[in-house]
C-alpha cells in the first residue's frame, strides 16, 4: 500500500510573488489600510512588501516540523505577514495625520489573511 502525502508549506515561488504583489497592492492603492494609515508610493510598498514577506517566510520556517502537513506553518506565514505590514503602515504614518484607530488591527488582520487565503487559492 503507497502512502501519499500532501504538505503546503514551504510555499511555491509563485505562491510567494504573488502574494508580494497583493501586498505591494493592499500597500500602494486605497485599501481599509490606506483609509487608516494612507497609502506608500509604489516604490517604497515594493521595497516595503518584499522585506514583509521574506521576514514572514524565515519567521514561518522556523516553526515548520516534520509532523506538520504545513497548514500550521501556513498560518504562522500568514499571521506574520498581517503582523509585520501593520508595523509598517503604523510606524510609517505620522501620529498627527491619521484617522482614530480604535479598532485597525483585527480589521487589518482580517484583510491580509483573506488576501492570502485568495492568492493561495488561485495559486492552488
Not at 9 to 31: F, G, H, M, Y
Not at 38 to 61: C, K, L, V, Y
Amino acid at each position: 500500500m503507497n502512502t501519499v502525502t500532501f504538505s503546503i508549506w514551504p510555499p511555491s515561488q509563485r505562491t510567494r510573488d504573488a502574494v508580494i504583489k497583493r501586498l505591494i497592492e493592499t500597500l500602494s492603492t486605497p485599501s481599509v489600510l490606506s483609509k487608516r494609515y494612507g497609502s506608500m508610493p509604489a516604490d517604497e510598498a515594493n521595497a516595503t512588501a518584499r522585506t514583509i514577506e521574506e521576514e514572514a517566510f524565515a519567521a514561518a520556517g522556523g516553526s515548520a516540523s516534520a509532523e506538520d502537513d504545513g497548514i500550521e506553518t501556513l498560518q504562522v506565514y500568514s499571521k506574520e505577514i498581517s503582523k509585520r505590514m501593520l508595523e509598517a503602515v503604523k510606524s510609517r504614518s505620522s501620529s498627527g495625520s491619521t484617522p482614530d484607530n480604535s479598532s485597525g488591527t483585527p480589521v487589518a488582520a482580517s484583510t491580509i489573511s483573506e488576501e492570502i487565503s485568495t492568492v493561495n487559492t488561485e495559486s492552488s
